[in-house]
């Protein structure tokens, strides 16, 4: 719902409050990709073996599942405001631990709370935007966010590499730790007080509003084979990249990221276009640019130019029915959002998690033509997917208004009952 907090328009949220969202969820989903390029530093330091050292990853993506199980939802039957900067705390104290970590079992505890408290404090405020919003502008806002986690994703590995030549590891994890006192202190000082929206004693939680949300397991399904896509290929590229004939260096293969970034940070606007009811066109369209992403990905042998072609569709595609999906999620359960939320990442965790198995195996078993062909086909699936969910022969035009699509976008669908009928836009 939209606030009336003093210093918050009724019409539009503040540049200056969403740019603060947009960072500080940047900042904070950082904190979960930092140790990806540092692996050999930390397996050297703390004598951990290379076979073993993935455990790290493990520790912090096992964080990360258990705060969309528990840890996100609260943001609903909390005082969001208090919630976050107990999270703030929360992270900053893991943050120091494991810079000041001496053994694994240590490091790989503390790495456990940074993927927990910093995907609790990425979701929640993702949330948090969604609530302080109006309902006309809530896809902006959402996009805007969901922008900000894009950057912080991305930049993770860059600044990590950076920081670590400069100054070693653990210099990377102490000014995190710097970084995310200063963001925790503008956001007590800047966030709105918001209305907590579920009673304490009020029955719901993930799996009810999975069985009482079509729209949720609609866009959920299509997160899953989404990001099924996303993880196959971020988790190959660098496979053919740093092999012969191209043999590129880690910042060379680093570097592709931020063409995604490019595309990424486009899709932004999606958000804006849901908000005027075009959320079927772009999903439609998103479905069928990361279908056609795979043609310019498969010719990278002939050019990189190719690749990179390829790689800026993707994102651009990928983040752009990100958004949408979030958007309309939120829109069809305003009175639960982090746990709308926390239910769709799940989606997410899952999706990156299958297509990096599926991308390495296929990848070391047939090569990149196996990956790109499965890219396709999965890309395929969810298209074919969103025609039949839309139950249309002709998915290239929204469908026209009804009383339940109107209920939807005006934030006012009953959370039982009449809703099961409602098709997604």
Request: glycine share 10%; net charge positive.
């Amino acid at each position: 719902m939209a606030t009336t907090a003093p210093g918050i328009s009724p019409s539009r949220l503040p540049s200056a409050l969403l740019m603060l969202f947009a960072c500080a969820a940047g900042l904070s989903v950082a904190n979960v990709y930092y140790a990806q390029p540092l692996l050999d530093a930390l397996a050297a330091d703390l004598q951990i073996s290379i076979g073993r050292i993935g455990a790290v990853i493990a520790a912090t993506q096992l964080g990360s599942v258990a705060a969309l199980l528990w840890v996100v939802p609260l943001g609903d039957r909390m005082e969001r405001r208090r919630l976050m900067a107990i999270q703030t705390v929360g992270l900053v104290l893991a943050l120091l631990a494991v810079a000041m970590a001496a053994q694994a079992w240590s490091l790989l505890l503390g790495m456990l709370a940074v993927g927990l408290l910093g995907t609790a404090m990425t979701q929640g405020l993702i949330a948090y935007a969604a609530a302080a919003a109006g309902e006309h502008e809530r896809g902006r806002v959402v996009g805007a966010a969901q922008a900000g986690v894009v950057v912080g994703l991305l930049l993770a590995r860059v600044v990590a590499g950076a920081v670590a030549d400069l100054g070693g590891w653990r210099a990377v994890y102490l000014l995190s730790a710097a970084l995310m006192v200063v963001t925790g202190t503008l956001l007590w000082a800047r966030l709105p007080w918001l209305p907590v929206s579920i009673a304490p004693n009020t029955r719901t939680g993930v799996i009810a509003l999975l069985r009482q949300q079509p729209v949720l397991r609609q866009r959920g399904m299509l997160g899953l084979l989404l990001f099924t896509v996303f993880g196959l290929f971020w988790s190959s590229m660098s496979l053919p990249l740093g092999a012969p004939p191209y043999a590129l260096s880690h910042t060379g293969i680093g570097a592709f990221a931020l063409v995604g970034l490019l595309g990424a940070l486009a899709a932004a606007r999606s958000g804006h276009w849901s908000d005027r009811g075009h959320a079927g066109r772009v999903t439609t369209g998103a479905l069928l640019l990361m279908l056609l992403s795979w043609a310019p990905i498969a010719a990278m042998s002939h050019h990189l130019g190719w690749l990179v072609l390829g790689v800026l569709l993707l994102d651009l595609a990928v983040q752009a029915l990100h958004v949408t999906n979030q958007s309309r999620i939120l829109a069809a359960a305003p009175h639960a959002q982090a746990q709308v939320i926390a239910a769709y990442m799940l989606f997410y965790a899952a999706g990156s998690g299958l297509g990096a198995l599926l991308g390495s195996a296929l990848y070391a078993a047939h090569g990149w033509n196996a990956v790109c062909a499965a890219g396709a086909g999965i890309s395929l699936l969810a298209l074919l997917a969103w025609w039949a969910m839309r139950g249309r022969t002709a998915p290239w035009y929204p469908r026209r208004s009804t009383p339940c699509v109107d209920a939807l976008l005006k934030h006012s669908a009953p959370s039982t009952g009449s809703e099961s009928g409602c098709r997604i836009r």
